[in-house]
């Protein structure tokens, strides 16, 4: 609503039907808007959060980590879906599909910090500013587990990558896989460029070389995005390096093999719960019983829906979370 106004939205946004907005919003990425009509501006800078407009308590509730806690089956099949319906003829641009990825991972960094400030009210209720163009409350709901969530999730993208890494050199000692990895004093920046996530530094310089002339082509600036995407692995890997000593508030000479396979058991544990947590999120649906109702029998239901059990990207997220502990154990086993 509104003329000459923007709506900008990380990835993963996702509005519920019949929202309204109104100009100028920005939204975090994997921000869920539920079904309202939201009548102010509205700056949402949580990730992977819901957001309700509570209008009997005249207020604005924002839940981070929503779809970690309750929907995990729609974020990881939409990962996999973006991934699997990509039919470029030419893919130019290395499309990040993960929701854990250099620009999230940032977001969450500045999430956890943001929510640490925060002070419950005598009843234990958390309400910030900012949110919203308004003088009415906004809430922000399960901050504690919120907090230790994105510090959790922080850890199993960055150990990820390291096992990643780890896994294409085969290296043979744990001082190997580290002096593989260049330090940086901070955390990169990152920007989404037309899908591309890249970093600030690149962008920066591909500015500077569009304004002086050393690029004057649609196809050179095709060029560096190519570049730009066959180094992004690499980029990702010091970042999640980076990421991982910073929460862990550690420098490079502090992080041992023995602090390494201890993340790395964490790394399984994360994946588990995920694993599992995909599973309930979509058991849920199966024992609605407002979705039971128009089916005569279970057998019925499985019919039409197909058994629970059979699905299988399920099956292929248990199948991932076994795999994926099958080549930590033999890390630990091995790195010396």
Partial sequence: RGADGEIVAG????????????HNSKFASFTILAKADFPNELNISLPFCLVSNDESNDKLVIMP???????????ARNTWKYANRDRRTEKTQHIECD???????????????????????????????????????????????VIDLFKELTIFYSITQLVIHAMLNKFSSFEELKKSIPTKIQRSKWQNIGGQLMTVS????????????????????????????????????????TSLLEIENITSKQFTLQGFKELLEKSVATKTWMSKAIYASRAKDYANPFRKM??????EMNAVMGKLEDNQFIQEQFAEADAYKKIVTGLIKNLK
């Fill in 294 to 299: 128009v089916y005569e029998s279970n057998e």
């Fill in 11 to 22: 990835r993963g946004f996702w509005p519920g039907l019949c929202v309204s907005l109104k």
């Fill in 99 to 145: 929701y854990l990825a250099p620009d999230t991972i940032n977001e969450i960094f500045d999430a956890i910090d943001f929510l640490s400030r925060l002070q419950p009210d005598a009843k234990g209720n958390y309400f910030a500013e900012g949110f919203e163009n308004s003088q009415r409350q906004t809430e922000i709901v399960k901050v504690p587990q």
């Fill in 65 to 75: 980590g929503y779809w970690f806690m309750y929907n995990m089956y729609a974020l």
């Fill in 202 to 241: 690149d962008v920066d310089k591909m500015k500077r070389d569009i304004k002086s002339g050393k690029i004057n082509s649609w196809n050179q600036v095709h060029d560096c995005y190519r570049k730009s995407g066959s180094n992004y692995m690499n980029d990702k890997l010091i970042h999640a390096y």
